[in-house]
Every structure is written in C-alpha cells, then in structure tokens.
C-alpha cells in the first residue's frame, strides 16, 4: 500500500485540465500556431491531448478490444509469455514503481524487434543484450493489432517529435537521428477494481523516463497528472478519440530544461477495470543524452551532464521487479548543481 501522502484523495474534482490540441492542420491555417500550442503546452504542462492524430480510430478501438480479451484469460495462459530479468518483454503482473507495488498487470513489446541494450548498468561492462519480444498464440489476432497499432502511433511520434523540434526553434528532423535504433516500447496495462482504493495506486507518481509517451486510454479515467503550477494532482479526462501525450526526462535533459518531465499517477476504483496503452519513444541505446547544444549558451549553461540512454535505462528498470534499500536512478542524478 501507498504511504499516507503519497494516497490519492478519490473525491472527484473538477480544475482545469490539460490542453487539448487539434493535430488537424486544415483548422489552423498556419502551422506556426501549431508549433506554439505545441510549445506552450510543453512548457507548462508536459502534458496534453490530441485530436486529429492520424491514428485511425478503428485502430484506437481495436487495441482496447484486443488488450481486454488478452487480459481477460486465465493467469495461466498469461503466464506463458511472462517476462523476467533476462527477457524483459512480455506479461508481468508485480511491477513496483517507487518501490510499492502497482496494482495492475501488463503486457510489454518492442516497435523494434530485435531492439539492444545494455545487459547491465555497470559503467565498465559493455555487453549489448540483444530484447526480443513473447506473443501469446490467443487471442487470434492479437499481435497483429498490437503490431499494426504501433506502427501507427510510431508515426505520431516522430511527427510530435518534429513540433518539438520546431517548438524549441530546432529544424524539424533534429531530434530524428537518436532514434535510428530506438527502444521504443509498447504496454498495455490493465487495471483491475481495487477493493481498497484509497490505499494502492494503479502506478505510483513517477516520471516517464524516455522522450515522449503517447496514452490511448478508455473512459474510465485515472490518470493524474501533478500541475506544474501548483502542485495539485489533476485528471487527465478520457476524451472521445484523443490520446494523451506527455514530455519524458530526455526532452526534459534535451531542452536544458525548457520542457519538464512532470509526475502522474493511476488511481484505482473499486468499481470498474481500466485498460490504457501508452507507447514510450526512447532513443537508441548509444544516444549521450544531454541539453542540446543549440539551445545551450553562456546566460544558459547545460543543466545536465551527459549519460548513456542505455545505462541509464537499465538501471531505472532494475527496481521493477523488487524493492530496492535505496530510491533507484533519476536524471537528477546527472544534475549540475
Ligand atoms: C505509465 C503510465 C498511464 C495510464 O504506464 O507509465 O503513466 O494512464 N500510464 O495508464
Ligand atoms: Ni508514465
């Protein structure tokens, strides 16, 4: 169970949300305007939502029903493609974030696959372990709509990445490049009712440790997001055929701090199961991360020191499985003070 602050207050509220965006270029006639919404909801949210994303909604259904059906079986048939310290893909049931257990299941898989990290976070060790993912023979159908729906949000990222990019005053295709070999991973996640909901999270407040994460989620709701400014957690609205995008620590270390990272939580209901399906765009594993030099001068000196993505993630990972004495890796870490 959560500790006392870290509980969720379940009595609904009703605060301003996060921005909602139209990707639809046809309704703003200039694409500047675009940038600058983009930027604007960056810089103070890190969060938000959007419309007219090219993802075909009869895909955006599909997955929903794919992702049900695949939970809905038996633990057993699950457990058949569970994921474990060496095999990093597939269904795990008993992921911790922040050390406290998340109540929920999920399933992993790689956009790229075969995709390569490193096999520890030892700084001296340079073995490459090669990830590869686990499909379930049923439900019939399942890994094609997995496949077919990450092949469409793939291209969402890299079009949200070039607003980014442009948003930051960088060309369009700055950001491409460091993702040549990307480790972008696909989840779903199933939350099922919580007896006592005051007391667990469906994930932990945590930040998303990769670029950009892009949430197509149903009309459950759960999702908060801490405001930047105040503090308070606020909910992310389930709206009709939007997904929900938000900054990770590499946009954050990338921008020099331009664009945060911000904290969310999932909070549970004793009522109603909730499935969500983000995708976390995370560069290839050699990528040095670090505030990027265009936008870095001597009134505005690097904020970070430059880290291995690769290192980096494995070793944020490692505390998935088990409780660790201490709070694992943040890009704090790399923080110059
Ligand atoms: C996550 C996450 C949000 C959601 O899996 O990192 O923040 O709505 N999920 O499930
Ligand atoms: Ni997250």
């Known amino acids: 169970i959560q500790s006392i602050e870290h509980r969720a207050n379940l009595d609904t509220i ?11 270029l046809s309704h ?9 919404e983009i930027g604007n909801a960056c810089k103070n949210w890190g969060f938000f939502q959007v419309i007219n994303h090219g993802v075909p909604l009869e895909l955006l259904e599909k997955i929903k029903v794919a992702a049900k059906a695949f939970f809905d079986q038996p633990v057993e048939e699950k457990r058949k493609v569970k994921r474990d310290e060496v095999n ?4 795990h049931e008993s992921e911790h974030t922040k050390n406290v257990r998340d109540w929920k299941e999920v399933f992993d898989f790689l956009i790229k696959d075969p ?6 976070p030892e700084t001296e060790d340079d073995e490459i372990r090669t990830l590869s993912n686990q499909w379930p023979e049923t439900p019939p159908q399942f890994r094609e709509v997995c496949q077919t729906y990450a092949r469409e949000v793939e291209k969402l990222g890299y079009k949200l990445l070039e607003l980014i990019s442009l948003s930051l005053g960088l060309p369009s295709n700055r950001l491409n490049g460091y993702f040549e070999d990307h480790t972008t991973m696909m989840r779903l996640n199933h939350y099922p009712p919580c007896p006592c909901p005051e007391l667990a999270l469906g994930v932990g407040r945590h930040k998303d440790a990769g670029a ?9 709701g759960g999702l908060q997001v801490r405001r930047k400014s105040d503090e308070v957690w606020v909910p992310v609205k389930p709206t009709p055929n939007a997904l929900v995008i938000n900054v990770g620590d590499t946009i954050q270390v990338w921008s020099n701090e331009a664009y945060e990272s911000v904290e969310h939580r999932v909070v549970v209901n004793s009522e109603r199961e909730r499935f969500s399906i983000p995708v976390f765009f995370f560069p290839s594993h050699y990528v040095m991360v670090k505030p990027l030099e265009e936008l870095v001068n001597e009134g505005n000196p690097p904020k970070y020191k ?7 993630f494995v070793a944020r990972n490692r505390s998935d499985y088990k409780k660790l004495e201490v709070q694992n890796i943040q890009i704090s870490d790399f923080k110059i003070i």
């Open 14 to 24: 009703e605060i301003e949300g996060i921005p909602l965006i139209d990707l639809s």
């Open 28 to 36: 703003t006639t200039d694409i500047n305007l675009l940038v600058s």
């Open 88 to 91: 990093a893909m597939g269904y």
């Open 115 to 120: 995709s390569f990290l490193p096999a520890s």
């Open 212 to 220: 950009l994460t892009i949430v197509a989620q149903d009309d459950v």
């Open 306 to 312: 430059p880290y291995n993505f690769g290192k980096f």
